[in-house]
C-alpha cells in the first residue's frame, strides 16, 4: 500500500523521516516509539484523541520538549540533530500555523509577512511599496487576491489563515534550497466556515504542488479524506497507523483513532431525566451557536462536548450573559430570563454559578488573597454591626479550604500563589458555597493535575446529590464520561447527538464527536421531552 | 507533616509582613527624629508641628480623593484643577457675588459632581483611558478657573470660614486635620468592612472576574468618579478655609504630591493596596522631609526634587511588593 503510494510521488528522499520517538513526562510514557514520514509533495494528516501524543510530537518537532534518548530525525536524507536546537526548526525548514495564527490584527498584511525579518534583521530604509509588490507576486502566484495594504483585522477570519498559512511557506523558501521544505498546519480550520475551508485546501495542495511536505494536524475525517494523501493516527502514544487516506472510510478513521478495546467499567448512570427540571433553554442563539434548546434536571451533570469549533464551550457564557447572545430564554426555578437582554447579576440572582476555563483572568483574581476571592459571593452573609467581620470571613475560607483539601491551606495567600488545581478548588468553593440552582463550568480541569481532579469530581457530585444542576462543557472525553449523567453532542453550533445511561463512556463520547460533522441537527423538541 | 500549618492560630506571626507594612511608619519617625536632634528649636517647636498637621491636611483630603478611582482601576489627573474650581466658586459666589457661604460651598460641590459626570461618561461611554480624558477635563477646567476668576486671586471670603478651618483649634491643632482624620477614617471603613468597599477592589484588579461575580463594574466606576470630584471640590473649599483667599493657580500645584502620598501610601499599612491611612502617613512623611529640609536653609527646588523622587520610588518599591508583576491600571 505505503510501497505503490511511494511511487506517485516524485524525488527520492522523504522531506520529514522521524524514528523510534518516544517522550516521557514523570512516570507516563505520552510518545512510545512513533515514527512519521512525510515525502515531498504529500499532504499528510496527523489524527488522534487528545492525549493522543498528537501536540507532544509536534512540540518536539518545534523544539518545546527534548524526545527520548534514541530519536532519530531524518530530512531529505540527512541526519538532523535531536532535541532540536533553539531556532533549528526554521534553519531545517520547518514552518508552523497555529489555530491563534500569530498575526498582529492592528498592522497590515505587509508588515506581518515581513514580521520575523524585522525582529531579527536591522534594515534602515524599508520600501515599503516594493514590500507590497513582492506581497502581492507572492499572492498572485497562488491565486490569491489579498490587499497586502488591508490591515489584517479588516480582513475575513479565511483571509487571515491564508496570510499565515503564505508567511510560514515563504519562510520556510527562504531557509532552504528551492522547493524544499516542510509545513505544519495545527488545526486550522475549526473556526473557517465551508467555503473558507476549501480556499484554504486549494492553497495547501498548490503549496505541496511546489515539492513542499505538509502535516495538517485535525479532529476532522471529512477533512482529511479530502485534502490528504496520507494519515498517520496515534493513540495513547503509540503508532495506531499510517495508511493512504483514500483508501479508508469514516468508520475506519474512527476504530484506528478510538481503537477496539473494551472500555473500563463505570457505575451505570442512572436517569435522572424523570426528575423536576432544574433549567430549561430554549432556541439559543448567539456566536457559533445555533437554535440549541435543552434542559437539565435537579441533581442531573450534563455534558456540552464536540470538536473545537462546535460551539459547545460558549453554551455556558452565553446563559450567563458572560457573552451576549443574540436570542433565547432560560428558565431556572421559576424565573424566565431573555437571554438577548440580561446581564450576569440577573444570572446569579436567578441562582446560576458560572466557573469560567480563564482561570486568573475570568474567574478569580490572582493578585488578591483567597480570602478575598473566596468570599465575594457572599459577603452579605458576613456583615456584623461593624461591617465585614474579617475573622469570621477568614475562618470560612479556611474551613472551605479544608473541606476542598486546599494546599496550602493559607487563606491569607494569594490566589496567584496556588497551582492551577488548587486556585480551581478555591474557585469551585467560592461558587459551590452560594448552593446554586445550576452550575456551569467550562474546561473545569484544564491544567489540573489527576490527584486535584478527583476531588473536584467529588465536590461536583456532592453538590448534584444535593440537587444542584450541573453543566459541564468540555472536549476531555475522559472526564466526561467519569461525572456526567448525560452528553450532548454539539457541531456547527447544533445539538447533534445525545448520549445517556451506558453509553456515556469515553470511547462512545469520542467517536460521538469525530461522526458529529456528518450528522444533522436533532429538533430542539426531541430533546426537550 | 503539614499538621502545625493546618491548625488554624498555629501560624507564626508574619513578620516580614508587618515590616513592609510599618516600613514607612518607622521612616517618618526616624526623618522626624534626625530632624528634631538637628534643629530642634526650630522643628520641635509644638508652633511647627500643628503647622505641619494643619497646613497639609488640604493634601491628605486630595489624596483620600484620588485613591477612590486608583482603587477602581482609574486615574484621575483632574482632582487639582477640581480643587481649584471649588475654591475659586466659593470666593466668586460668595465675595463678588454676595451668594451666602453655605450656598456657595453646595455649588461648589455640585460643579464636583459634574465633572466626575463627564469624567465618567468619556471614560465608560466612548472607553477611553481615564489617564487621557481627565487629562483633558483638568487642563479645560483650569481654562474655567482663569476664566471666572478673571486670572487674578479673590479675596474676601467670609471669615466664617476661615475660623471653622484654620482658627478653630483643638489641642492646638487646627479643625481641618480633624476633618481629613474624619475622611480617613470613613475611608477605611468603606475600603476594608463594606462589600462596597470589597466591590471596589475587584472591579479595580479583575474588571472580568467583578463582572461575572455580578458587580455592575460601570456602575461602581460611574460613582468613583463622581466621588473623587466631589471631594476634590470639597478639598478646594477647606483650601480657601486655609488660606482665606482663592487664587486661580497655587492648587495645581498639589497634583504630583497627591499622586506621590497615595502610591507611597500603597506601600505602607495594607501593602500594595491604596489604603486610606497608607496614604496619611505618606503625606506627612512627604512633609516632614520637605519641612526638615527647608528649614536646613536647603533651597525651595527641594520641594520638586522630594515629591518627584518619592512619586517614582514609591512605585517602584509597590512593584517589588508585587513581586514586579506588570502593572495594569487600564
Known sequence: MSEAFRRRHRGDAPVLDVRHLSKRFGNQLVLDDVGLEVLPGEVHGLLGQNGSGKSTLIKILAGFHDPEPGAELVMYGEAARLPMPAGGARALGIA?????????????????????????QNRVAINWRREAEKARATFARFDLAIDPRARIQDLPQVERALVAIVRAFEEVKDATAGGRGLLILDEPTPFLPKAGVEQLFLLVKSIAADGAGVIFVSHDIDEIREITDRATILRDGKLAGTVVSKDVDHDGFIELIVGRKVSLFQSAKPDLTARPVAARVASLSGPMVEDVGFAVHEGEIVGLTGLIGSGADRVPSLLYAAQRARAGTFSVGGTT????????????????AFLPADRLGAAGVGSLSITDNISLPVLSDFMGAFGLSWPRLTERARSLGRDYEVRPNRPELNLSALSGGNAQKVLLAKWLQTEPTLLMLDEPTQGVDVGARQTLFAALNGAASKGTAILVASTDAEQLAQICHRVLVFAGGRIVDILSGDAVTKDRITEACLKSTTLTALHPREEAA | M???????????????????AYALVFALVVLFCVFGALKPVAFLSWAN???????QSVLVFLTLALIIPLTAGDFDLSIAATLTLGAMMVAVLNAQMGVPLPVAMVCAIGAGAVIGMVNAWFVLYFR?????????????????????????????????????????????????FYYALTLAIVLWYVFGYTSLGRRLLFVGRGREVARLSGIRVDRVRFFCFIASGMISATTGILYVGTIGAADPNSGNTFLLPAFAAAFLGATAINPGRFNAFGSLIAVYFLVIGITGLSMLGIQTYVQNLFYGGALVTAVALSQLVRKREAQDFS
Open chain 1, 96 to 120: 508552523f500555523v497555529h489555530q491563534h495564527l500569530a498575526l498582529i490584527p492592528s498592522l497590515t498584511v505587509v508588515e506581518n509577512l515581513r514580521l520575523n525579518d524585522l525582529a531579527t
Open chain 1, 337 to 352: 430570563l431573555d437571554l438577548a437582554t440580561i446581564l450576569p447579576e440577573h444570572a446569579m440572582a436567578a441562582g446560576i
Open chain 2, 2 to 20: 503539614s499538621e502545625a500549618t493546618a491548625t488554624p492560630g498555629a501560624a507564626p506571626i508574619n513578620w516580614k509582613r508587618h515590616a513592609e
Open chain 2, 49 to 55: 508641628i500643628s503647622t505641619m498637621l494643619g497646613s
Open chain 2, 128 to 176: 477611553i483611558h481615564s489617564l487621557i480624558v481627565t487629562l483633558g477635563t483638568g487642563t479645560f477646567i483650569n481654562g474655567i478657573v482663569l476664566w471666572i476668576s478673571g486670572s487674578s486671586t479673590i479675596s474676601g471670603i467670609d471669615p466664617v470660614l476661615v475660623t471653622y478651618v484654620v482658627v478653630t483649634r483643638v489641642f492646638g491643632i487646627p479643625l481641618v
